[in-house]
């Protein structure tokens, strides 16, 4: 059985179904298609970013829980931070996607639960499960397929309910560098919803993904330390995040979201630019055009790329960075530097206070290949 839309979109996520939320708004007279396996309520993840007013109060219906102070902290030494104008947000990425979903339904979008097994270019055809879909328009937002021994960001955390309080909940812990330093680049990432109940994660940066039961083994060390006991593990969550520039075609079949660069290299951070991008390319397809824009600035990939470099190939500076990144700028600084707003002065700020020999020694590297 053969089926033709206007559109079609493979992949259910925050990339996909954005998207096709944006197309319903511009143009419902348009046949929009989404093409997902998995039910949204089985898609249960934290999704954090920095928020403003409006954002915080375009998404409250799926906002799990919100920070306006961070802390980084390495040996004796903890960088904390506040800011005035952007709070640390965490969604629930199942309820956000449900409140999305149900729009589409509500719009008379489809959505088809089945995986897809390939995709001919050629002719705009994707081979389902049961079916084939013809669409004038195919964006694929599917997360990219990891390269071997290339440089990732790898986690696995645990959200607990704690047997006694926390103190200082009010501080969400961005990274705890106070742990094992054998498999790469390792902290812990911690988000206090409650005076009783904390998600903690365990995330490395290397080009080798561990045990689950390593990072397990990790957090609960961590939890230990901090003198936290907990009665339940409430729910899981594991993830592997590529940090290397995403090659991509942008013409036939059109590639969205981290599958099409809109994650943030040097961080891992996906959800305010994987947003950004649907929203200019909704824009360009209002003006007919239907290639995807790119997120992230020249300048913002080849400064991503050179501090990654630096922090694989000089572990015993790696922590550090961080935390003398946290120290040459304010809260504010700090957010709109996460958020790609940072302006000249807190650029200059941040690397005025890197290791020069490690960034000049990669920046040659990176610009003349040697």
């Not at 249960?44 to 219906?61: F, M, P, T, V």
């Not at 390269?147 to 909940?169: C, R, Y």
């Not at 080009?207 to 330390?225: A, F, R, T």
């Not at 969205?256 to 991008?277: P, V």
Request: charged share 25%.
């Amino acid at each position: 059985m053969s089926t033709n839309y206007d559109f079609a979109i493979i992949g259910g996520g925050n990339a996909g179904l954005s998207l096709a939320r944006n197309l319903t708004y511009s143009d419902n007279s348009k046949k929009i298609i989404v093409i997902e396996p998995i039910e949204p309520i089985n898609k249960q993840a934290n999704w954090c970013s920095w928020l403003n007013e409006a954002d915080l109060i375009k998404h409250k219906n799926s906002i799990k829980g919100v920070w306006d102070r961070w802390k980084i902290i390495h040996h004796n030494e903890a960088i904390l931070h506040q800011s005035s104008i952007y709070q640390y947000a965490c969604i629930d990425s199942s309820k956000y996607l449900i409140e999305i979903e149900q729009l589409l339904l509500d719009g008379r979008v489809e959505i088809a639960r089945e995986g897809v097994q390939s995709i001919i270019s050629e002719n705009n055809q994707i081979i389902c499960d049961s079916r084939t879909i013809n669409a004038m328009h195919i964006y694929d937002s599917r997360p990219p397929k990891i390269k071997e021994n290339s440089l990732i960001q790898h986690f696995s955390g645990i959200e607990v309910e704690l047997s006694d309080g926390i103190k200082n909940h009010e501080f969400v812990t961005l990274m705890d560098f106070r742990v094992d330093q054998k498999n790469g680049l390792h902290f812990i990432y911690a988000l206090p919803f409650s005076s009783t109940r904390i998600f903690v994660e365990s995330t490395v940066i290397s080009k080798k993904v561990n045990e689950k039961s390593w990072y397990k083994e990790k957090i609960l060390q961590w939890l230990k330390d901090q003198n936290l006991k907990f009665d339940a593990i409430i729910s899981e969550e594991h993830g592997v995040i590529p940090q290397y520039t995403q090659e991509y075609n942008n013409t036939k079949i059109h590639q969205i979201g981290s599958r099409g660069g809109a994650t943030r290299l040097a961080s891992g951070y996906a959800f305010h630019n994987i947003n950004k991008q649907i929203d200019m390319l909704s824009k360009n397809i209002e003006n007919n055009e239907h290639r995807v824009p790119e997120v992230m600035s020249r300048f913002l990939i080849n400064m991503d790329t050179i501090f990654n470099a630096v922090i694989i190939n000089n572990p015993s500076y790696s922590a550090d960075i961080f935390i003398r990144m946290a120290k040459s700028i304010s809260g504010d600084q700090f957010a709109e530097f996460m958020l790609n707003k940072a302006n000249i002065n807190t650029w200059y700020k941040v690397v005025k206070n890197m290791p020069k020999t490690p960034f000049i020694k990669e920046s040659i590297k990176r610009f003349f290949g040697q």
